[in-house]
Nanobody
C-alpha cells in the first residue's frame, strides 16, 4: 500500500520560513510527479506546487513563485517544500500526493491539479501569524 506522509508544519510569524517534508512508503517516487496542495477551512484543496521526478521540472502557482521551492531527494524518497517569506494567507493544511509520470513533450504544470493526484496522506497544518 502506498502511503505519503506530510510533516514539518507549525506556527510561524509572517515573514518566517518552514520546510515541509513528504515521505513515501510502499513505493519509490521514481519518475512520478509529487504535488503539494493546500486546503483552507471550508475551501477546496488546491495545488501549490508540483515536481516531476522524471526530469526535475517544477511548477508553482503565481502566489508562491519566488517564495517557495519544491525539491526531491531520491535517496531519501522524500519531496520537500521550502517556504520562505510566509504570509498570513498561506495558513492552511498542506497535503502531498502522488501524481503521474509526466508524458514526453508535456510539462508538470499541465498535470498539477487535484484530479491528477492520489495517494493522499495526512496533512500538516501551517499557521502563519501576523
Amino acid at each position: 500500500e502506498v502511503q505519503l506522509q506530510a510533516s514539518g508544519g507549525g506556527l510561524v510569524q509572517a515573514g518566517g520560513s518552514l520546510t515541509l517534508s513528504c515521505a513515501a512508503s510502499g513505493l519509490s517516487f521514481g519518475d512520478y510527479a509529487v504535488g503539494w496542495f493546500r486546503q483552507d477551512f471550508g475551501k477546496e484543496r488546491e495545488p501549490y506546487s508540483c515536481i516531476s521526478n522524471k526530469d526535475g521540472t517544477t511548477y508553482y502557482v503565481g502566489s508562491v513563485k519566488g517564495r517557495f521551492t519544491i525539491s526531491s531527494d531520491s535517496a531519501k524518497n522524500t519531496v520537500y517544500l521550502q517556504m520562505n517569506s510566509l504570509k498570513v494567507e498561506d495558513t492552511a493544511v498542506y497535503y502531498c500526493a502522488l501524481g503521474p509520470v509526466i508524458p514526453t513533450f508535456y510539462r508538470v504544470r499541465h498535470y498539477c491539479r487535484r484530479d491528477e493526484f492520489d495517494s493522499w496522506g495526512q496533512g500538516t497544518l501551517v499557521t502563519v501569524s501576523s
